[in-house]
């Protein structure tokens, strides 16, 4: 299994940025996928979670509104648009996949919200 997460930076407050999360060595369609954050000192945070086809996404209240999980299964990449960006939404964040009740995670990819 492999995650590898890219399109994070430097964003203004208010501003965007798009995450996506390159998945190999799994049926990627047979699984929901994850993303998660961890800021500075703070533990590990769930951020969405996508079911296996799209269809339906579950978001953490602290990105409700802003944030939107999607999935393209003909390409193995799940994304994360970031919208309305807080300084609070700095963090690494990482791509997640839970099978046979193990957690694979991606190397994460730094996101700074900053003016």
């Known amino acids: 299994v492999q995650l590898v997460e890219s399109g994070g930076g430097l964003a203004q407050p208010g501003g965007s940025l798009r995450l996506s999360c390159a998945a190999s060595?799994?049926?990627?369609?047979?699984?929901?996928m994850s993303w998660y954050r961890q800021a500075p000192g703070k533990e590990r945070e769930l951020v969405l979670i996508i079911t296996s086809s799209g269809g339906n996404t579950n978001y953490a209240d602290s990105v409700k509104g802003r944030f939107i999980g999607s999935r393209d299964n003909a390409k193995n990449t799940v994304h994360l648009r970031m919208n309305s960006l807080k300084p609070e939404d700095t963090a690494v964040y990482y791509c997640?996949?839970?099978?046979?009740?193990?957690?694979?995670w991606g190397q994460g990819t730094q996101v700074t919200v900053s003016s």
């Open positions: 997640n996949v839970r099978m046979y009740r193990r957690d694979y």
């Open positions: 060595g799994f049926t990627f369609n047979s699984y929901a």
